[in-house]
Protein backbone atom coordinates (compact mmCIF):
# COMPACT_ATOMS: atom_id res chain seq x y z
CA UNK A 1 0.00 0.00 0.00
CA UNK A 2 1.22 3.45 -0.84
CA UNK A 3 0.25 6.59 0.81
CA UNK A 4 0.10 9.97 -0.66
CA UNK A 5 -0.02 13.14 1.66
CA UNK A 6 -1.52 16.28 -0.16
CA UNK A 7 -0.29 19.74 1.37
CA UNK A 8 -2.37 22.45 -0.28
CA UNK A 9 -1.67 25.75 0.92
CA UNK A 10 -1.88 29.65 -0.41
CA UNK A 11 1.52 29.46 -1.68
CA UNK A 12 2.09 25.87 -2.71
CA UNK A 13 0.60 22.26 -3.02
CA UNK A 14 2.99 19.61 -1.72
CA UNK A 15 2.12 16.07 -3.26
CA UNK A 16 4.38 13.57 -0.78
CA UNK A 17 4.53 9.93 -1.84
CA UNK A 18 5.39 7.10 1.09
CA UNK A 19 5.45 3.73 1.17
CA UNK A 20 3.62 1.56 3.85
CA UNK A 21 6.63 2.34 6.44
CA UNK A 22 6.07 6.15 5.94
CA UNK A 23 9.35 5.80 3.99
CA UNK A 24 9.34 9.28 1.40
CA UNK A 25 9.57 7.63 -1.78
CA UNK A 26 9.18 11.29 -3.58
CA UNK A 27 8.08 14.46 -3.82
CA UNK A 28 6.21 17.03 -6.22
CA UNK A 29 5.43 20.47 -6.06
CA UNK A 30 2.90 22.31 -7.88
CA UNK A 31 1.27 25.92 -7.34
CA UNK A 32 -1.68 26.60 -4.74
CA UNK A 33 -4.72 25.23 -5.33
CA UNK A 34 -6.53 27.57 -2.71
CA UNK A 35 -9.87 28.17 -3.71
CA UNK A 36 -10.38 31.90 -3.13
CA UNK A 37 -6.66 32.57 -5.59
CA UNK A 38 -7.80 29.94 -8.25
CA UNK A 39 -11.24 29.08 -8.12
CA UNK A 40 -12.25 25.82 -7.64
CA UNK A 41 -12.06 24.74 -11.33
CA UNK A 42 -8.07 25.78 -10.41
CA UNK A 43 -8.47 23.70 -6.76
CA UNK A 44 -9.19 20.46 -9.45
CA UNK A 45 -6.60 21.22 -11.95
CA UNK A 46 -4.01 21.24 -10.09
CA UNK A 47 -5.11 18.22 -7.26
CA UNK A 48 -5.86 16.22 -10.42
CA UNK A 49 -2.03 16.77 -11.64
CA UNK A 50 -1.08 16.00 -8.55
CA UNK A 51 -2.90 12.45 -8.13
CA UNK A 52 -2.42 11.33 -11.61
CA UNK A 53 1.62 11.93 -11.10
CA UNK A 54 0.93 10.19 -7.44
CA UNK A 55 -0.72 7.11 -9.16
CA UNK A 56 1.93 6.71 -12.10
CA UNK A 57 4.44 6.63 -9.45
CA UNK A 58 2.97 4.35 -7.21
CA UNK A 59 1.96 1.89 -9.68
CA UNK A 60 6.06 1.72 -10.41
CA UNK A 61 6.86 1.43 -6.57
CA UNK A 62 4.25 -1.15 -5.47
CA UNK A 63 5.10 -4.58 -5.70
CA UNK A 64 1.91 -5.95 -3.73
CA UNK A 65 -0.26 -7.95 -6.35
CA UNK A 66 -3.70 -7.00 -5.78
CA UNK A 67 -3.02 -4.05 -3.78
CA UNK A 68 -4.64 -1.05 -3.30
CA UNK A 69 -2.60 1.33 -5.33
CA UNK A 70 -2.50 4.04 -3.06
CA UNK A 71 -4.43 6.05 -0.20
CA UNK A 72 -4.79 9.59 -0.61
CA UNK A 73 -5.06 12.34 2.79
CA UNK A 74 -5.83 16.15 1.16
CA UNK A 75 -4.63 19.10 3.95
CA UNK A 76 -5.93 21.98 2.38
CA UNK A 77 -6.62 25.69 3.55
CA UNK A 78 -10.00 26.56 3.29
CA UNK A 79 -11.57 23.28 4.34
CA UNK A 80 -13.96 23.68 7.38
CA UNK A 81 -14.25 27.27 6.90
CA UNK A 82 -18.29 28.18 5.90
CA UNK A 83 -20.58 25.05 4.52
CA UNK A 84 -20.58 25.81 0.67
CA UNK A 85 -17.11 26.07 0.96
CA UNK A 86 -16.54 22.94 2.66
CA UNK A 87 -19.31 20.63 0.07
CA UNK A 88 -17.63 22.18 -2.94
CA UNK A 89 -14.28 20.81 -1.62
CA UNK A 90 -15.55 17.80 -0.84
CA UNK A 91 -16.86 16.81 -4.29
CA UNK A 92 -13.67 17.71 -5.58
CA UNK A 93 -11.75 15.63 -3.51
CA UNK A 94 -14.05 13.21 -4.56
CA UNK A 95 -14.15 13.32 -8.04
CA UNK A 96 -10.36 13.34 -7.85
CA UNK A 97 -10.09 9.93 -5.27
CA UNK A 98 -12.99 7.98 -6.37
CA UNK A 99 -12.87 4.56 -4.23
CA UNK A 100 -9.35 4.79 -3.67
CA UNK A 101 -8.94 5.52 0.64
CA UNK A 102 -8.84 9.38 1.06
CA UNK A 103 -9.77 11.71 4.08
CA UNK A 104 -9.84 15.43 3.71
CA UNK A 105 -9.17 17.64 6.70
CA UNK A 106 -7.73 21.37 7.34
CA UNK A 107 -4.23 22.09 6.73
CA UNK A 108 -3.82 22.99 10.37
CA UNK A 109 -5.51 19.45 11.58
CA UNK A 110 -2.73 18.17 9.24
CA UNK A 111 -0.09 20.17 10.68
CA UNK A 112 -0.90 19.33 14.44
CA UNK A 113 -0.52 15.43 12.90
CA UNK A 114 2.48 16.20 11.58
CA UNK A 115 3.95 17.92 14.24
CA UNK A 116 2.92 16.18 17.20
CA UNK A 117 2.67 12.71 15.87
CA UNK A 118 -0.94 12.95 16.73
CA UNK A 119 -0.51 13.55 20.76
CA UNK A 120 -2.62 16.30 22.64
CA UNK A 121 -1.06 19.41 22.03
CA UNK A 122 -1.12 22.66 19.77
CA UNK A 123 0.34 23.18 16.53
CA UNK A 124 0.67 26.96 15.17
CA UNK A 125 0.57 27.33 11.15
CA UNK A 126 1.95 30.44 9.64
CA UNK A 127 2.64 30.37 6.15
CA UNK A 128 0.80 32.60 3.75
CA UNK A 129 -2.34 32.60 6.25
CA UNK A 130 -1.84 31.66 9.69
CA UNK A 131 -4.57 29.29 12.12
CA UNK A 132 -3.80 27.17 15.30
CA UNK A 133 -5.07 24.21 16.57
CA UNK A 134 -5.06 22.38 19.80
CA UNK A 135 -6.61 19.04 20.56
CA UNK A 136 -7.31 17.26 23.87
CA UNK A 137 -8.65 14.04 24.65
CA UNK A 138 -10.24 13.47 21.34
CA UNK A 139 -11.69 17.04 21.96
CA UNK A 140 -10.37 20.01 19.23
CA UNK A 141 -10.42 23.79 19.10
CA UNK A 142 -9.28 26.30 16.14
CA UNK A 143 -8.26 29.85 16.25
CA UNK A 144 -7.56 32.13 14.47
CA UNK A 145 -7.99 31.28 10.18
CA UNK A 146 -9.80 34.67 9.36
CA UNK A 147 -8.37 35.27 5.96
CA UNK A 148 -5.96 37.92 4.58
CA UNK A 149 -7.87 40.58 4.17
CA UNK A 150 -9.40 40.34 8.34
CA UNK A 151 -6.53 38.72 9.89
CA UNK A 152 -4.22 36.09 9.61
CA UNK A 153 -2.16 38.15 11.80
CA UNK A 154 2.10 37.08 12.03
CA UNK A 155 1.66 34.98 8.55
CA UNK A 156 3.06 35.85 5.57
CA UNK A 157 0.66 38.29 4.33
CA UNK A 158 0.86 40.06 7.38
CA UNK A 159 4.29 40.15 7.21
CA UNK A 160 4.69 41.39 3.51
CA UNK A 161 1.85 44.42 5.22
CA UNK A 162 3.87 44.85 7.96
CA UNK A 163 6.91 45.52 5.94
CA UNK A 164 5.22 47.76 3.70
CA UNK A 165 3.94 49.93 6.39
CA UNK A 166 7.31 50.04 8.24
CA UNK A 167 9.03 51.14 4.81
CA UNK A 168 6.50 54.06 4.47
CA UNK A 169 7.77 55.09 8.39
CA UNK A 170 11.05 55.18 7.73
CA UNK A 171 11.11 56.72 4.17
CA UNK A 172 9.13 59.62 5.75
CA UNK A 173 11.58 59.77 8.68
CA UNK A 174 9.05 58.51 11.65
CA UNK A 175 11.21 55.78 12.14
CA UNK A 176 14.61 55.44 11.66
CA UNK A 177 15.63 54.31 8.32
CA UNK A 178 17.62 50.74 7.59
CA UNK A 179 18.34 47.56 5.78
CA UNK A 180 14.05 47.20 5.37
CA UNK A 181 14.19 50.82 3.33
CA UNK A 182 16.42 49.64 1.19
CA UNK A 183 15.15 45.84 0.52
CA UNK A 184 11.65 47.51 -0.10
CA UNK A 185 12.62 49.52 -2.90
CA UNK A 186 15.15 46.76 -4.55
CA UNK A 187 12.53 43.81 -3.92
CA UNK A 188 10.08 46.33 -5.57
CA UNK A 189 12.43 48.07 -7.90
CA UNK A 190 11.27 51.99 -7.40
CA UNK A 191 13.18 54.63 -7.27
CA UNK A 192 10.91 57.24 -5.82
CA UNK A 193 9.06 55.90 -2.53
CA UNK A 194 6.20 57.04 -3.49
CA UNK A 195 5.84 54.34 -6.23
CA UNK A 196 5.10 51.97 -3.40
CA UNK A 197 2.01 53.76 -3.05
CA UNK A 198 1.17 52.35 -6.53
CA UNK A 199 2.37 49.07 -5.99
CA UNK A 200 0.03 48.53 -3.38
CA UNK A 201 -3.02 49.39 -5.26
CA UNK A 202 -2.01 47.20 -8.21
CA UNK A 203 -1.05 43.91 -6.13
CA UNK A 204 -2.06 44.83 -1.86
CA UNK A 205 -5.06 42.30 -2.72
CA UNK A 206 -2.80 39.63 -4.45
CA UNK A 207 -2.00 37.68 -1.00
CA UNK A 208 0.91 35.80 -3.03
CA UNK A 209 2.32 38.99 -3.94
CA UNK A 210 2.51 40.57 -0.60
CA UNK A 211 3.10 37.38 1.34
CA UNK A 212 6.25 37.23 -1.07
CA UNK A 213 7.55 40.04 0.97
CA UNK A 214 7.71 38.57 3.99
CA UNK A 215 11.53 37.57 3.41
CA UNK A 216 12.46 41.07 3.98
CA UNK A 217 11.38 41.22 7.59
CA UNK A 218 13.44 38.61 8.07
CA UNK A 219 17.04 39.69 6.25
CA UNK A 220 15.64 42.66 7.85
CA UNK A 221 15.84 41.98 11.07
CA UNK A 222 19.07 39.79 10.72
CA UNK A 223 20.84 42.57 9.55
CA UNK A 224 19.25 44.17 12.62
CA UNK A 225 16.91 46.47 11.44
CA UNK A 226 15.02 47.60 14.53
CA UNK A 227 11.95 47.68 12.59
CA UNK A 228 11.90 44.95 11.46
CA UNK A 229 13.04 43.42 14.62
CA UNK A 230 9.91 44.87 16.25
CA UNK A 231 7.61 42.70 13.24
CA UNK A 232 9.08 39.95 14.35
CA UNK A 233 8.37 40.12 18.20
CA UNK A 234 4.56 41.39 16.99
CA UNK A 235 4.26 38.35 14.93
CA UNK A 236 5.45 35.96 17.61
CA UNK A 237 2.29 37.81 19.97
CA UNK A 238 -0.43 36.91 17.75
CA UNK A 239 1.11 33.63 17.32
CA UNK A 240 1.16 32.95 21.13
CA UNK A 241 -2.68 35.44 21.56
CA UNK A 242 -3.93 31.85 19.58
CA UNK A 243 -1.92 29.94 21.20
CA UNK A 244 -3.20 31.16 24.26
CA UNK A 245 -6.93 31.12 23.64
CA UNK A 246 -6.85 27.47 23.11
CA UNK A 247 -5.11 26.59 26.24
CA UNK A 248 -7.84 28.52 27.83
CA UNK A 249 -10.62 27.55 26.07
CA UNK A 250 -9.25 23.67 25.63
CA UNK A 251 -7.11 22.63 28.10
CA UNK A 252 -8.03 24.70 31.48
CA UNK A 253 -11.73 24.08 31.40
CA UNK A 254 -11.05 21.65 33.85
CA UNK A 255 -8.47 23.52 35.81
CA UNK A 256 -4.89 23.86 34.79
CA UNK A 257 -2.52 21.01 33.67
CA UNK A 258 -0.15 19.17 35.22
CA UNK A 259 2.40 19.09 32.52
CA UNK A 260 3.80 21.55 29.98
CA UNK A 261 1.37 21.65 26.64
CA UNK A 262 3.52 20.86 23.53
CA UNK A 263 3.24 23.84 20.99
CA UNK A 264 5.07 22.98 17.83
CA UNK A 265 4.66 25.16 14.68
CA UNK A 266 4.71 24.69 10.60
CA UNK A 267 5.21 27.07 7.54
CA UNK A 268 7.26 29.14 5.88
CA UNK A 269 7.43 32.21 8.43
CA UNK A 270 9.13 29.89 10.69
CA UNK A 271 12.42 30.11 7.82
CA UNK A 272 13.00 32.94 10.06
CA UNK A 273 13.94 30.59 12.70
CA UNK A 274 15.64 32.09 16.25
CA UNK A 275 14.46 35.45 14.85
CA UNK A 276 10.78 34.29 15.46
CA UNK A 277 10.91 30.84 17.50
CA UNK A 278 12.92 33.04 20.50
CA UNK A 279 10.08 35.74 20.81
CA UNK A 280 7.96 33.20 20.48
CA UNK A 281 8.69 30.78 23.49
CA UNK A 282 9.14 34.09 25.19
CA UNK A 283 5.58 35.03 24.44
CA UNK A 284 4.04 31.72 25.43
CA UNK A 285 2.54 31.05 28.75
CA UNK A 286 4.26 29.14 31.15
CA UNK A 287 2.43 26.30 31.35
CA UNK A 288 3.31 25.99 27.74
CA UNK A 289 6.87 24.14 25.82
CA UNK A 290 7.85 25.01 22.20
CA UNK A 291 8.55 21.88 20.44
CA UNK A 292 10.14 21.03 16.72
CA UNK A 293 7.80 19.34 14.46
CA UNK A 294 7.95 15.55 14.58
CA UNK A 295 7.36 15.05 11.11
CA UNK A 296 7.39 17.05 7.47
CA UNK A 297 3.73 18.68 7.20
CA UNK A 298 2.48 16.51 4.03
CA UNK A 299 2.93 13.57 6.20
CA UNK A 300 0.01 14.85 8.97
CA UNK A 301 -2.50 13.76 6.28
CA UNK A 302 -1.31 10.69 5.97
CA UNK A 303 -0.93 9.65 9.61
CA UNK A 304 -4.61 10.55 9.95
CA UNK A 305 -5.78 8.19 7.15
CA UNK A 306 -3.90 5.41 8.40
CA UNK A 307 -5.37 5.66 11.46
CA UNK A 308 -8.86 6.32 10.41
CA UNK A 309 -8.42 3.24 7.87
CA UNK A 310 -7.44 1.09 11.23
CA UNK A 311 -9.74 2.40 13.23
CA UNK A 312 -7.54 4.00 15.76
Same mark, same amino acid.
Given at each position: ?52 ? *? !? /?? $????? #??? &??? @???? %? ?40 ? *? !? /?? $????? #??? &??? @???? %? ?178
Amino acid at each position: MMWLGVDGGGTKTAFSLYDDDITLVDRLVLGTCHYAQVGFDGMERVLSEGVCW *G !L /DR $AAHTC #IEP &GAP @SMGI %GFALCGYGEGADVSRRMDEVVERIAGARPHLLVNDVEAAWAA *G !L /DC $ADGIA #IIS &GTG @SIAL %GVRQGESMRCGGWDYELGDEGSGGWLGKEALRAFTRQADGRDARGALYTLVRERLGIDDDFDVIRWAQRHYAERSSVSALAPIVTDAARAGDISALTILECAAREEADMVDAIVRGLFHRSGPQSAPIPVTYVGGTFAAGDLLLEPLARALGPGCRLVAPAHEPDLGPVLLLKNKTRGI
